[in-house]
């Protein structure tokens, strides 16, 4: 059996600011040794219910955040900028089950500590076929294309809410409750581990009955942009087309180009979000 981890870092248990999860200061240390026990717990759930082969995608920030000796599973670790598939690097085919570990909701997620969707200096809000989706919901895509069934995500439970709106079957461990965009109330580290270990075990043990997200063709995506120059220049691409100000929709009858669409869109906008 075998299963791809993608991680991102906010929806760790007891992270609430960016200094836990950006940089390589102490804060973010500590904060990275929160998140490789909860990573190695979704790893040790997998391996009681069977699984002989574990693929980590590193999906956070600069994505290195991972000891790659200290990961439990003799797991491949896939680090490093410039992905071409981004949080879902290295998924295809021959994959047996997705994990979404350490996930948050949605930039409009409400509450959603750290929330954000891909860039907050960007995106305000994501639509997939009219349904306000988060990273999961848009990073299904792609395990939706390989017809791979994603069936845990871990994190706070507006991300775990927002994954079930468009993956109902899926398998949660919310080991945080958002309070607000700067403030959650988590488990104790350990207790964390453990639900994510038992959600992990699981979601594996049904995976007979588990089934890849099936969409209609072709599927849309809907983002609003946080400045209409921002949207402008989303339409260069190919097949994206403005319906107001701050809009784009882009449509598509392969899901794998639509997420890359999505993706190029990001990375384009990424230079002009960040001028002052």
């Known amino acids: 059996?075998?299963?791809?981890?993608?991680?991102?870092?906010?929806?760790?248990?007891?992270?609430?600011?960016?200094?836990?999860?950006?940089?390589?200061?102490?804060?973010?240390?500590?904060?990275?040794?929160?998140?490789?026990?909860?990573?190695?717990?979704a790893i040790d759930g997998a391996l009681a219910a069977g699984a002989t082969e574990i693929v980590v995608n590193d999906s956070h920030?600069?994505?290195?955040?991972?000891?790659?000796?200290?990961?439990?599973?003799?797991?491949?670790?896939?680090?490093?900028?410039?992905?071409?598939?981004?949080?879902?690097?290295?998924?295809?085919?021959?994959?047996?089950?997705?994990?979404?570990?350490?996930?948050?909701g949605s930039m409009g997620g409400d509450p959603a500590v750290l929330s954000h969707t891909y860039n907050p200096r960007a995106v305000t809000e994501v639509r997939l076929n009219g349904e306000v989706v988060g990273e999961s919901g848009i990073n299904a895509l792609v395990a939706a294309h390989f017809g791979v069934p994603v069936v845990?995500?871990?994190?706070?439970?507006?991300?775990?809410?927002?994954?079930?709106?468009?993956?109902?079957?899926?398998?949660?461990?919310?080991v945080k409750e958002s309070i607000s965009r700067f403030a959650a109330s988590s488990m104790h580290p350990y207790a964390a581990r453990e639900l994510i270990r038992a959600a992990a075990t699981e979601a594996l043990k049904g995976l007979a009955e588990a089934k890849a997200l099936e969409l209609p063709s072709p599927s849309t995506l809907e983002v609003s942009w946080?400045?209409?120059?921002?949207?402008?220049?989303a339409t260069w691409i190919r097949g994206t087309e403005r319906v107001s100000a701050r809009t784009t929709r882009a449509s598509d009858t392969d899901l794998l180009r639509l997420f890359r669409t999505f993706i190029t869109s990001v990375l384009l906008t990424r230079g002009i979000a960040t001028e002052v």
Request: hydrophobic share 45%; glycine share 8%; with cysteine.
């Open 61 to 104: 920030s600069v994505m290195r955040n991972l000891p790659p000796d200290q990961l439990h599973g003799n797991a491949t670790y896939i680090a490093g900028r410039h992905k071409p598939l981004y949080m879902m690097e290295g998924l295809d085919a021959s994959f047996d089950a997705v994990f979404l570990v350490s996930y948050h």
């Open 1 to 41: 059996m075998k299963v791809y981890l993608s991680t991102d870092m906010e929806g760790t248990a007891g992270i609430v600011d960016w200094a836990q999860c950006v940089g390589d200061g102490p804060e973010a240390m500590a904060g990275r040794a929160l998140l490789l026990a909860e990573v190695n717990a």
């Open 226 to 233: 946080r400045t209409a120059d921002m949207a402008e220049m």
């Open 152 to 174: 845990l995500v871990t994190g706070d439970q507006t991300a775990c809410q927002e994954t079930r709106a468009v993956l109902p079957d899926v398998h949660t461990a919310v």
